[in-house]
């Protein structure tokens, strides 16, 4: 037994190295190494196994449910109330438009209130708390998971916060049997404070501070190898130390709870919220931004407003019970691309062994060739159906195959983003969710008041689906062109920036 499994669980090991430009990774695994589809793993981990890359699988993905699941109730009780619209305009006395901006605006508060404006103070500090719930899933899987496991576990965290959408049939229900429309925030707060627990018990810290190269102590050296990247005519020499000397004991379990006075304490906040801002000039990121802003600005908002008002007017006069029922069509959209999870990561693995080994970040955007014109049929079938008042099937139809491309675009851009440039991740998503809630608040702040205005087919499939096509066929520059673009990043000024910000290897 080698002395790593002496200590318990075998530790992974890897020779992978990054290349001069960031998201160019040779994947050609050596003698020892541990491998997934049968490449090197990326990022190295360290020889502990307190590096949250050494964890086990099953620890992994039980760290990324209960994060997902935040994002999956954030965001049900971020759309769940919009089929409460019609009531809050007639409770409040304000018009339709207006009762549409609590979006842009406590689950316990929102219960409680009994104006408008309290209200909207309520949803702002619950949309507060509820970025956290979308950004900490991808940090978790920038974290704990290697580059050939990030577009699937990427997926599972997106399918959460998407399925999320289903938040406004749950709602529509509640108001059955005479029920207030406050009860829907009663059982919310309710699965939070569940889920606070369960995180407590759960979650371990996954900040970590990795070297580049393995541990060394006072000990014999055991090995010392080199291997050669023939694609790239350079020798790297990896030295690899007694493990007995090297490794350091797991912590336990009681350890693992301590979740205070851990943060990075070499970091200025200030800068580095200010820092955050300098990531809406990277290009990959900024796709990402105006992905996920335009996709639920004009698609998620468009439908959780619109259909409310037309199905329980005439000629469908449905109740405002069923209203949410569209969250079915939502549902489906997401579930029919879930199995396509993992498309991305054994596309990017089959052409990297193609490619000698060495991986590429575009490599993964194929994926995205099959749908980017879908989510915008998708709009066009909706907005018709609007317009003509066709058969309901009609709204459920548009509403499936845009979620269904816009399952892709989440997942797949924002993995190609993280894989793309040397970032500290965790600024880099402070610039994502301001940015897409920005972009999403613009678009969705008055956008009832324009449908009413100019019409459905108008809208929603004329000046929705051009916006939402022009950014998906953002994914030819980025196939075409991504690596002269990452190539000419990597020389500029905001990238050294960038790279002085990253202590922590395990970020990119």
Known sequence: MSPKEAIGRRLAQSHAKEGDIPGTVNLNAKEGDD?????ALFPVPAEDPNDPLQWSTARKNMILLVCALYSFLANTALLGPAV???????EFNVSPNDASNIYAAGLLACSQVTTFGGLMAARIAHCFGASVCEALPVQLVNDIFFLHERGKRLGYYTAALC?????????G???AGD?????????EFAFACALFILAFFVVEETLYYRNCKAPTTTGS?????????ENEKNHVTTTVTNASASLLPRKTYVQTLKFWGVYDKETNFFLMIARSFTYFLVPHVFWVITTYGIYIGLAALTFNYTFPMKITAPPYNWSQTNSGLISIATFLGYILAIPFTNSSDRLAAHLTKKNAGIREAEMRLGVLVPVVILAPLGLIVYGFAAERNLHWVAYFAGVIMTNFGSYFYFTFTLAYAIDSYTANVSEMLIAMNLGKQAISFGMGLDLLSWVMQHGYTVMIAGVFCVILLVNNLGLVVFMLWGKRIRRFMAKTWLARVHRESVREVATH
């Open 35 to 39: 491998t997934g589809y049968g490449q």
């Open 84 to 90: 409460y619209i019609g009531i809050f305009a007639q």
């Open 163 to 171: 399925l999320g959408g289903t938040g406004p049939f749950f709602a």
């Open 173 to 175: 229900y509640m108001l």
């Open 179 to 187: 029920k207030s429309w406050r009860l829907y925030f009663y059982v």
């Open 221 to 229: 050296t055991h090995e010392s190898s080199s291997f050669h990247n």
